[in-house]
């Protein structure tokens, strides 16, 4: 790969590392796309196909972005945003995010005002709640580690209220908030399986990501290793793409594991990737936020549908 200058837009090559045979179809832009540069830790891109504009975090500056897929402007979409993290979109079209620094996960109505989807388990405080998915039934299910309650960088330090870092599921029609798993290091990233039968949960500091079986009472069980990583892959945010492979961010790159777990590809990029999303008019561009940058490539590869869509 080609030196990388820290400029404030630009491109960089497209570098693609083909690990299995099954990968070697997968292409795209010669160039990487650099669309914005400035931030201190990149996460959490959610993209909007109705107003054509992706919405991302910066964690440690405490708000959020706005690109503009029509014009290319960025501007700031929340400041204050409670240290927001992880972003989704729910059936409405609704944005549901984790705020870290807040201790919760809200959605944000069409007026614009702030709903609370859950705060407390068992009405002991969140640790920082860090990503977010939303099932075709409407129930939300996230991850909750300690990065917002550790120092005063990605939230305010304090002491946790509950016994470890956990996985949660809001109920749809209750709101009651659920633990569906407690053997996790780090929860991190999540994604359902195409067909919404199993749950990847990345364990950012056990290095790995999980896979688990979905019920249709609301629990989880199993939970073998999916996918491994090596010393660098400290695997965070993951999307599928309409094949049913796993595209996670670990380290300086984008893996991409196929269903049965085989790492088959990766994506280098120049510094720590945090978080991705497939969107555009066609799913077909993949969204990066890492680090310092939003990154983007278009590929020949199209994001997962939501199921409900």
């Given at each position: ?107 944000t109505e069409a007026d614009g005002s702030i709903t609370v989807i859950a705060d407390r388990w068992q009405g002991k405080r969140l640790n920082s709640p860090n990503d977010v998915v939303v099932r075709s039934d409407g129930s939300i299910w996230f991850t909750d580690p300690a990065y917002g309650i550790d120092s005063d960088y990605e939230g305010y330090r304090a002491e946790p ?149």
């Amino acid at each position: 790969m080609q030196p990388f200058h820290q400029t404030p837009y630009g491109h960089i090559p497209t570098d693609l590392e083909v690990l299995d045979e099954r990968f070697a179809t997968v292409g795209g832009d010669d160039l990487v796309e650099r669309l914005y540069f400035g931030t201190r830790w990149a996460e959490g891109p959610v993209y909007f196909p109705a107003g054509r504009f992706l919405v991302w975090s910066d964690i440690p500056n405490d708000r959020m972005l706005r690109w503009d897929e029509m014009t290319g402007a960025v501007g700031p979409f929340r400041q204050p945003a409670g240290y927001v993290n992880g972003n989704t979109l729910d059936r409405q079209g609704r944005l549901i995010s984790c705020e870290q620094g807040r201790r919760r996960v809200t959605r944000t109505e069409a007026d614009g005002s702030i709903t609370v989807i859950a705060d407390r388990w068992q009405g002991k405080r969140l640790n920082s709640p860090n990503d977010v998915v939303v099932r075709s039934d409407g129930s939300i299910w996230f991850t909750d580690p300690a990065y917002g309650i550790d120092s005063d960088y990605e939230g305010y330090r304090a002491e946790p209220e509950i016994d470890g870092c956990h996985v949660y599921r809001v109920d749809p029609v209750t709101g009651e908030v659920s633990r569906v798993a407690d053997d996790f290091d780090r929860p991190n990233g999540l994604a359902f399986s195409l067909d919404e039968s199993r749950l990847y949960i990345a364990d950012t500091r056990r290095r790995h990501v999980r896979v688990l079986d979905v019920h249709d009472n609301g629990t989880l069980s199993g939970g073998k290793v999916f996918a491994q990583g090596g010393d660098d892959d400290r695997f965070d945010g993951m999307r599928l793409d309409d094949t049913g492979r796993v595209w996670a961010a670990a380290g300086k790159a984008v893996l991409c594991h196929d269903p049965d777990g085989t790492l088959i590809g990766r994506l280098r990029l120049p510094d720590d990737v945090a978080n991705l999303v497939f969107g555009g008019l066609k799913r077909n561009r993949l969204f990066i936020a890492s680090s310092s940058s939003l990154y983007s490539v278009m590929l020949n590869v199209t994001g997962a549908r939501p199921v409900w869509s």
